[in-house]
């Protein structure tokens, strides 16, 4: 028997819900959503109501708001942005003689909804009974296409059960959908009132488009459906469109046994450039190529693209089902947010709801790319393209806050700061050489020397100029930044964030590495020797602040002075710490929100030794809250490899279940796509110990006690390779492509058409430290 929790059942390939539960109907909407990256779709009920927060998202398509300062101050930014609902085309109301078919009414015998990992498509089926006794059998399925990236096509199906029965199906475009204010809690989106106003509109036959724009962005959209029918007698059709509606209505007589069965392609268009015209061209075209490539091909295309997917990307977990799905879902989602961006960026809560307004953050770089980098390499290269095409505006911004090279957003959609809250916003540095960092490691995977050169040593060098002006060398020779905020938010305006530093250091390191090796990209860039050197000296001199008596790094310094947080005296109802005490507090004290010097530890393996990596993670773990998704992941990672083996395991189910067990209670407004790339993050860094440095691909694995066994593939260069642990050994096997040198657990070795299996040394486990009171990790017997 399939074992369920939180609603679904537990399988390894699909997500399925069954019955029918009005209070969870929001947050599944954020579960079930589809995406391609370019189009999202929340996974709302066809016939559009009930509904916690309807969701129809283009990527890039936002809205300008101003920010409202009580006390405005230089180079605060003067407007966020706002990610839009845009025209909804999912909605196909339904009538049976005369009643609206609405689940909050008459009986809804039985109603299942799986999202199918393989086909990329969310199904439902679901019987319902009238107030009047009326009793129909609807079976919808839908995919936003990942072969057509402009494409949406729902399958919708009704049976009539016991009886002959009139049925009426609309078929709507809707724009400027009422959506509910959802209270004070910043994570949440800001509600934009009627954000679409209407150019044009028109209906003919089966089909209508609508086009509108925006008043602040000045963006146009458009959207546009078409229709297949397949119904035993003639309908009677009537199409309409006005400004924020178009409807195709269809009355039909079905005989008892009978089916009608549409099938709906709905068609997205949008530009800050291009034409009312142009963009109904666009639309049209897609509609077009849809309805002639048609249901089943589309379907064929969409599990083909999939197949490739997971032929590239699956992880096999042995020994824990409901894990496996964890695992499986969270690849889907970044898939889902990252596949068909094309030089869009990828938000922190992908396109799946409105959740932090639709921006992205380091969220990407640091937790999402590495897992695209080596399952997707395209999809991690547009994304990076996306930062290189808003490396004007980083210039402008860097040049604006009085510093050379650029500096880029905290958060954004279009490119320009969207923060207005300045010590979590402009002050997170740390973005620039986050965005280094991956843009190196894409590079070391890929050997992309195209990207290198359009994009890549451009960004390293631009980001170098930024610290180098940042930073200061005082008196004691050491190279000082001060005055920002690492990846723990509840610290901010600190000196010398170890975080920062050592990835400003490495940012420094790999641009004059790249300017030594293209010089050609060096002059065109601009960059002389002297400029290098200078880049060198400032690495080489990096502070990176130490407490001797306690012998660990200070997360920032002065850090270990702080008083520390009292956590057995802080209610396990008031966490989050930000909704409940005034960062006034928060920031004079010793708490981590997230995972700052543990993550530093990850990403620059090579910058602390193994004691110190251990006394470190023995200390921060004290004091780290998890308030943020996107610490479980990092946690897990650091301690898996410092030998704290069951609570890496604990943390990567944390990781894996945060959106499926809502953990953090805010999973209606989107998922957190970081923690689901985390779950990646986790296995592969974790407990494969997959560490990329100079070029290089080293693994340490160890298979977490729990498990009996766990594979993973990675893209490597042109190569495919496959990481099987077990127990005692690990086996390594080229999948495709030409041999590759790798290293397990300090031993170099080739691997070419011959699996290769080696040992893995006895596992040493060391005794975890003491959380903070209440903040042990998510129990699933719990
Ligand atoms: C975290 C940030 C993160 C943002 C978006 C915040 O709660 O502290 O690190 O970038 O959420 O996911």
Known sequence: MTKRLHGFDIDAWELRWRGLDLNALPRTESIFALSNGHIGLRGGLEEGEPVGTPGTYLNGFYEKRDFPYAEPGYGYPQHGQSLVNVTDGKIIRLFVEDEPVDVRYGHTGEHERVLDFRSGTLRRDTVWTSPTGRRVRIRTERLVSFTERALVAIRYEVEALDDDLDLVIQSDLLANEPIDSQGGDPRIAAVLDRPLIADFAVARNYSALLAHHTAASGLRMAAGMDHELEAAKRPRCDVHAEEDLARLTIAVDVARGDRICLTKYVGYGWSSQRSVPALRAQVDAALAAGMETGWDRLLERQRAYLDTFWSNADIEIDGDPEMQQAVRFALF??????????????????????????????????????????????????????????????????????????????????????????????????????????????????????????????????????????????????????????????????????????????????????????????????????????????????????????????????????????????????????????????????????????????????????????????????????????????????????????????????????????????????????????????????????????????????????????????????????????????????????????????????????????KVPPRESRKAPKLPAGREPYRRDA
């Open 333 to 758: 989602h970044v898939l889902q947010a990252g596949a068909r961006g094309e030089t869009r960026a990828i938000p922190a809560k992908g396109l799946t709801g409105p959740g932090y307004d639709g921006h992205s953050f380091w969220d990407t770089e640091i937790f999402v790319l590495p897992v695209l980098t080596h399952t997707m390499p395209v999809a991690a290269r547009d994304a990076l393209r996306w930062r290189h095409s808003t490396l004007e505006l980083a210039k402008r911004r860097a040049h604006e806050l009085r510093q050379a090279g650029a500096m880029f957003p905290w958060r954004s959609i279009n490119g320009e700061e969207g923060s207005g809250y300045w010590p979590a916003g402009t002050a997170a540095v740390h973005v620039s050489a986050d965005i280094a960092h991956a843009t190196v490691q894409y590079l070391a995977a890929t050997g992309d020397t195209e990207f290198e050169t359009e994009c890549g040593a451009e960004l390293l060098v631009e980001t170098a100029r930024m610290w180098a002006s940042l930073g200061h060398f005082n008196g004691d020779g050491l190279f000082r930044i001060d005055g920002v905020t690492g990846p723990d938010e509840y610290s901010a305006l600190a000196d010398n964030n170890v975080y920062t530093n050592v990835m400003a250091r490495q940012n420094l390191w790999e641009a004059a590495e790249i300017c030594r090796r293209r010089t050609d990209l060096a002059e065109r860039l601009n960059v002389d020797e002297a400029e290098v050197a200078d880049w060198c000296a400032s690495a080489d001199a990096m502070a990176m602040p130490f407490n001797e008596a306690l012998g660990v790094h200070e997360q920032s310094e002065g850090f270990t002075r702080h008083a520390r947080w009292d956590f057995d005296a802080t209610p396990a109802d008031h966490y989050p710490l930000l909704l409940h005490y005034p960062y006034f507090d928060l920031y004079r004290r010793q708490v981590v929100k997230q995972a700052d010097l543990t993550l530093a530890m990850y990403l620059c393996p090579n910058g602390f030794s193994a004691e110190q990596k251990e006394r470190n993670i023995d200390y921060y773990e004290q004091l780290t809250v998890r308030d943020s998704s996107l610490s479980a992941c990092a946690q897990s990672v650091l301690a898996a490899e410092v030998g704290h083996h069951e609570r890496a395991y604990d943390y990567f189910v944390e990781a894996g279940l945060t959106d499926l067990h809502d953990l953090h209670d805010n999973v209606t407004s989107g998922l957190h796509i970081a923690s689901l790339a985390g779950t990646w993050l986790s296995c592969v860094a974790g407990f494969g110990g997959m560490r990329v440095c100079g070029g290089e691909v080293r693994f340490r694995p160890r298979l977490p006690p729990a498990l009996r066994r766990l594979s993973f593939r990675i893209l490597w260069r042109e190569s495919r390779v496959e990481v099987e642990i077990t127990g005692e050994s690990t086996r390594y096997r080229l999948l495709s492509g030409a041999q590759v040198e790798l290293w397990h657990h300090d031993e170099a070795f080739t691997l070419g058409t011959d699996p290769v299996v080696l």
